[in-house]
């Protein structure tokens, strides 16, 4: 193994995570992650289109993840995503205990409660598995590019990004969540898995000129970034 496949931070510029913007748009990323996977247990349906409620703000994850990327590497990115399943993790938890909890006389909704709670369950391991999958990816590909180009060409980053990571992410996704929204058809499974692809994938390249926008301000603003070579 070469240096530079050991270590795909060393040659490009980063910034160092210890400032007021990381921590910021790591707490945004967590919270994308667990709004999505709550909404993820609806299955929906627009006509012959079939997704989940997840498809509101899941595509936005994959752009604070290139934010993440392009600004402070593949090794800062990774630690946001774990960060963010953690939290998952930590809120499944707490939903499972709250379901035996003793429950008060007049609360009558412990059986749609815990149809919840199963479904959020199956759905976290699915986008623990996708999403440290596809994160990885996306991470991976940008720190990649941009090693070769530089400062340059940041478009190419970002959409060969999108389009590896939001693959591998819904491949994976899709093959053990599909059940949890009631999926039980290779149709619908293969819409599923082909429509939310297309679709998140769509999101990021119409989200391109704001990510533009909100790397060129950080990399201005975080007095770190020209510092680390």
Same mark, same amino acid.
């Given at each position: 193994?070469?240096?530079? &496949? =050991?270590?795909?931070?060393?040659?490009?510029?980063? #910034?160092?995570? *210890?400032? $007021?913007?990381? @921590? !910021?748009?790591?707490?945004?990323? &967590? =919270?994308?992650?667990?709004?999505?996977?709550?909404? #993820?247990?609806? *299955?929906? $349906?627009?006509? @012959? !289109?079939?997704?989940?409620?997840?498809?509101?703000?899941?595509?936005?994850?994959?752009?604070?993840?290139?934010?993440?990327?392009?600004?402070?590497?593949?090794?800062?990115?990774?630690?946001?995503?774990?960060?963010?399943?953690?939290?998952?993790?930590?809120?499944?938890?707490?939903?499972?205990?709250?379901?035996?909890?003793?429950?008060?006389?007049?609360?009558?909704?412990?059986?749609?409660?815990?149809?919840?709670?199963?479904?959020?369950?199956?759905?976290?391991?699915?986008?623990?598995?996708?999403?440290?999958?596809?994160?990885?990816?996306?991470?991976?590909?940008?720190?990649?590019?941009?090693?070769?180009?530089?400062?340059?060409?940041?478009?190419?980053?970002?959409?060969?990004?999108?389009?590896?990571?939001?693959?591998?992410?819904?491949?994976?996704?899709?093959?053990?969540?599909?059940?949890?929204?009631?999926?039980?058809?290779?149709?619908?499974?293969?819409?599923?898995?082909?429509?939310?692809?297309?679709?998140?994938?769509?999101?990021?390249?119409?989200?391109?000129?704001?990510?533009?926008?909100?790397?060129?301000?950080?990399?201005?603003?975080?007095?770190?970034?020209?510092?680390?070579?």
């Amino acid at each position: 193994m070469t240096e530079q &496949t =050991a270590d795909p931070d060393e040659h490009a510029t980063f #910034a160092r995570v *210890g400032s $007021a913007y990381y @921590p !910021i748009l790591v707490a945004v990323f &967590t =919270a994308l992650v667990i709004i999505s996977n709550v909404t #993820a247990t609806k *299955g929906v $349906a627009f006509g @012959p !289109i079939i997704t989940d409620g997840g498809f509101i703000v899941f595509p936005l994850t994959y752009v604070i993840g290139d934010v993440l990327s392009e600004v402070y590497g593949f090794r800062a990115a990774r630690r946001a995503i774990f960060a963010g399943f953690a939290m998952n993790i930590l809120a499944a938890l707490a939903f499972w205990i709250t379901i035996y909890l003793p429950a008060a006389d007049f609360y009558t909704n412990q059986e749609h409660f815990e149809n919840i709670v199963h479904a959020y369950t199956q759905l976290i391991i699915a986008g623990l598995a996708g999403f440290i999958v596809g994160q990885t990816i996306n991470a991976w590909v940008v720190v990649a590019i941009k090693e070769r180009t530089k400062e340059k060409h940041l478009w190419a980053r970002l959409v060969g990004s999108t389009f590896a990571g939001q693959l591998g992410d819904t491949l994976v996704f899709c093959a053990i969540a599909s059940s949890a929204i009631g999926i039980s058809t290779f149709r619908d499974f293969a819409l599923y898995t082909g429509q939310g692809w297309l679709y998140k994938t769509a999101v990021e390249v119409v989200m391109l000129p704001v990510t533009y926008r909100v790397i060129a301000y950080i990399k201005r603003r975080e007095p770190t970034y020209q510092l680390v070579g």
